[in-house]
């Protein structure tokens, strides 16, 4: 899922750069045109259609090349999604604002959201597994109580039922570091789940300032573009004027 979203936003990228190459081939086109009948009418020298003709060419090959790259990010897009070669497949760009909704993240909330996360699973699992491994270890202080329960294959009718109490006295310095090492071996994966907790929270801090930061110079850039193009405008509606 996230080569494709990649890929995805890849395409998208290189669409967006081919007709915005598309958009300045037409207005070159329109100038030359427009700097065509100057020069026909005498109000403008021949060199400057002539710099003009050598722009179109310019940007007709940027087009071209901007078109080819488009394909080919497109067909990486329909590899990814494994789509066979007649089934038709376009970018759904349809969007209501250029700027998307943006909510402010709480680093808490999504800690209590991403609590599945495999090293969080992990370290749990841990924690657990040890913690029984000490109940285990400890249970060998207590003494053993056994059931036995049997026949007589000659005899019949004889059953001899036999209830005892086991306890090994002679191998309690063992038992004994035993549990000692189980115990710490507990402490140390509750260690290690607090460290896993704390590393997944500070990376989930992180992520939320780059995506804000992210988000603050996408607004920046948008505002910005959208200043260039009335400019441009500007200038067009100028030049068309005469000035």
């Not at 250029?98 to 924690?127: C, G, M, S, W």
């Not at 115990?183 to 929270?201: F, G, P």
């Not at 801090?205 to 992210?214: D, S, V, Y």
Request: proline content about 4%; overall charge neutral.
């Amino acid at each position: 899922r996230e080569r494709i979203t990649q890929q995805f936003l890849q395409t998208l990228l290189t669409q967006e750069l081919f007709l915005l190459a598309e958009q300045s081939r037409s207005h070159v086109v329109t100038q030359r045109d427009h700097t065509q009948n100057l020069v026909d009418a005498g109000t403008l020298p021949y060199a400057s259609l002539s710099e003009l003709e050598a722009q179109v060419a310019r940007v007709l090959y940027q087009e071209t090349q901007a078109f080819h790259q488009y394909q080919q990010e497109l067909l990486l897009l329909r590899q990814l999604l494994n789509l066979p070669p007649d089934q038709p497949f376009c970018l759904d760009t349809n969007q209501t604002s250029l700027i998307p909704p943006f909510e402010p993240l709480n680093a808490d909330q999504l800690y209590a959201q991403t609590q599945q996360h495999p090293r969080l699973k992990v370290a749990r699992h841990q924690v657990a597994s040890t913690r029984h491994h000490w109940l285990a270890a400890q249970g060998a202080l207590f003494p053993t109580l056994f059931l036995q329960a049997g026949s007589n294959s000659y005899l019949r009718g004889e059953i001899s039922i036999r209830l005892g109490l086991q306890w090994t006295l002679s191998n309690q310095g063992h038992t004994v570091r035993t549990i000692r090492t189980a115990e710490l071996q507990h402490k140390q994966s509750q260690l290690q789940l607090m460290q896993v907790q704390q590393d997944h929270y500070k990376t989930l801090q992180t992520l939320i300032h780059e995506a804000t930061c992210a988000y603050q110079q996408f607004f920046a850039a948008t505002r910005n573009h959208q200043a260039q193009e009335d400019a441009f405008r500007h200038v067009v509606n100028k030049f068309n004027l005469g000035l």
